[in-house]
């Protein structure tokens, strides 16, 4: 048995001829075929939606990264994070974990009205601490986007000791899409636990209201010196305008700010990804705010030139909430 196109092609009609033997036992024209065919199903395909395209994750990897994508056009920075949440993930944006942390800061106390309960640390595998975060909700972490923390990783968290820190296990990182690695734009990301942190959660802020601020983390106490097993914390006023940091900082943009440059202490070496808290005093009770994440800056505590923090109130703040539901 074979089916046989019976016209030439190119002239109208076409016909299909179906033959066995050698005769030809039925002919059909490939319209009335078909109409036919639409006829069957087409109450049933009527009612089909094909699904919606999922939405793109950001910006696809350079031509230089390990996934072998091809480059595409990168994203406006000036555009507003879309909802529902994108991002793209450590393997997605460089590698290699940078490390930040606090320079003369004070031991944090482990209870009291201003204590860190939401500090964070995070480590390797095999427990080797590179950066920090804050616990935003039971089972997410606020940090760095340059952080790359990958899935396997671990949290610390429950005590500015880490030798007594609960270790709680990473399984998923999100990071801003518009993260830009060289000027450290939208330097945020979000990290999800395998169980809840069991700790009291911090508040982000939805703008600045002091210029008195905090960072706190765990770290090295000088430019290059050792780093340290418990929690410390120091004051960085906020009193640079965005004009003086652009000076400092050609790289900076609406999504940072900066804070501290007087000589008085600084975030370092290992402090990347904590948090830069206001007091709110006049809430009640009185709470720790987060209004910033460590991201970057020249040395560490040197004069004359602040650490550059990811501001969180507006366009950082909504992709918080937007990828943490």
């Not at 639409?38 to 699904?51: E, I, L, N």
């Not at 830009?180 to 942190?197: K, M, Q, Y």
């Not at 501290?260 to 709110?280: F, I, R």
């Not at 505590?301 to 923090?309: A, I």
Request: charged share 15%; with cysteine.
């Amino acid at each position: 048995m074979m089916v046989t196109n019976g016209t030439p092609p190119g002239k109208p009609p076409t016909v299909l001829s179906l033959s066995r033997g050698g005769k030809v036992v039925m002919s059909i024209s490939l319209s009335a075929l078909i109409a036919t065919i639409v006829a069957m199903v087409g109450p049933c395909c009527s009612q089909f939606q094909p699904p919606e395209a999922p939405p793109p994750i950001g910006p696809a990897p350079t031509a230089t990264e390990d996934s072998g994508n091809e480059p595409a056009p990168e994203a406006s920075a000036d555009a507003h994070p879309i909802k529902p949440c994108q991002f793209v993930t450590p393997k997605d944006r460089g590698s290699g974990k940078r490390k930040t942390r606090i320079v003369q800061g004070t031991p944090a106390p482990q209870t009291g009205e201003r204590s860190f309960p939401f500090a964070a640390a995070l480590t390797t595998p095999l427990r080797q601490q590179y950066c920090t975060g804050s616990v935003y909700k039971d089972r997410w972490v606020l940090t760095a986007a340059h952080c790359l923390v990958d899935p396997g990783d671990y949290v610390l968290v429950g005590s500015t000791y880490l030798g007594d820190a609960r270790a709680v296990r990473t399984i998923e990182t999100r990071i801003h899409p518009l993260y830009d690695v060289t000027p450290h734009d939208w330097d945020v990301s979000v990290v999800r636990l395998s169980s809840d942190a069991g700790v009291p959660t911090v508040r982000l802020a939805t703008g600045k209201q002091t210029n008195d601020a905090t960072v706190a983390g765990w770290g090295r106490t000088s430019e290059g010196g050792q780093t340290t097993q418990h929690l410390l914390f120091v004051n960085v006023p906020m009193t640079w305008t965005d004009v003086q940091c652009q000076g400092r900082y050609p790289e900076f943009t609406p999504r940072m700010v900066c804070a501290g440059g007087q000589g008085t202490g600084d975030s370092c070496q290992g402090d990347s990804g904590g948090p830069l808290l206001a007091w709110n005093g006049i809430t009640l009770p009185p709470r720790w705010e987060q209004i910033g994440i460590t991201s970057f800056g020249r040395g560490c505590d040197r004069e004359g030139w602040p650490g550059v923090y990811t501001y969180i109130p507006g366009p950082i703040l909504e992709w918080i909430e937007s990828c943490t539901q």
